[in-house]
């Protein structure tokens, strides 16, 4: 089954091939001016399957992650009702902290480092604690728990990003999109966003790896080492490019403008 194995995000054309058709519904219910809240996260949440399998062990890891980390955000937020004790602001951000700090001390053995963790950890845990920030200052009111889940599960951003901001993702999800506002603004955008990236990653960065950086020779000259360096640096740009671009433009196919890289 699709799930047995790891399906790394947007590496392949296959996994493209999976999320365009798994965004048909989402896009089908934008065009008619609605959106499932519950059919997006379901959606989010198939797709962190694929990319960590189903019967990994690094799936366990995330649920306790997520229920431990849910536990801190909504404590943190009925404890700020209350008080505005800076002690236990301090003490909640460094416990949302030791999971990332525990993979990062766990990579020093290879056995270990490949059990403990999961794809898209560190990424995950920025937008934690841009939550736990905003609680602190103020800016975040409510806390939906479903609006919650979908910011933190979002997939088209869920391995590599881009980070959006909490409030600026909820309000731009919830937002009301007439027909041809979405088509406009968000469906034609994120599109061209998407063969953008197809583009770059599946074309010219692979252009590079393949015909230059694979057919330098072993035992490298200067000028070897040269044209690896500039090869490598130019494969990085279309490959992480490439991937920002579809995921951006797979955000703007959801209704939700992802924040652009200054690069791009």
């Not at 959006?164 to 599109?191: H, M, P, Q």
């Not at 692979?206 to 035992?219: K, S």
């Amino acid at each position: 089954g699709i799930f047995m194995i790891k399906i790394p995000q947007y590496e392949t054309m296959f996994s493209l091939y999976l999320t365009i058709i798994a965004l048909i519904p989402s896009i089908v219910m934008r065009f008619t001016e609605k959106k499932s809240k519950l059919w997006d996260l379901l959606v989010s949440i198939l797709f962190m399957i694929s990319f960590l399998g189903i019967h990994s062990i690094q799936i366990l890891e995330f649920i306790v992650f997520i229920f431990f980390e849910a536990l801190l955000i909504y404590g943190f937020k009925l404890f700020r009702k209350k008080s505005s004790s800076e002690l236990v602001y301090y003490i909640i951000f460094v416990l949302s902290m030791l999971p990332l700090l525990l993979v990062r001390i766990s990579a020093s053995d290879s056995v270990v480092s490949s059990m403990v963790g999961f794809t898209g950890i560190s990424y995950m845990c920025f937008k934690i604690w841009q939550i736990l920030f905003e609680i602190h200052d103020g800016k975040i009111e409510k806390l939906n728990l479903i609006d919650t889940l979908l910011f933190l599960l979002f997939f088209p951003s869920f391995t590599s990003g881009p980070i959006a901001r909490y409030e600026g993702f909820v309000g731009d999800y919830n937002s009301k999109l007439l027909r041809e506002d979405y088509f406009t603004d968000y469906f034609t955008c994120g599109i061209r966003k998407v063969l953008l990236g197809v583009f770059y990653k599946f074309a010219m960065a692979f252009f590079v790896n393949d015909f230059v950086i694979n057919r330098i020779p072993e035992g490298m000259a200067v000028w070897h080492l040269i044209i690896y360096a500039y090869a490598y640096t130019i494969y990085l740009f279309f490959d992480f490019a490439g991937y920002s671009n579809i995921a951006i433009g797979f955000g703007y196919l959801m209704g939700v403008k992802l924040p652009e890289n200054l690069f791009q």
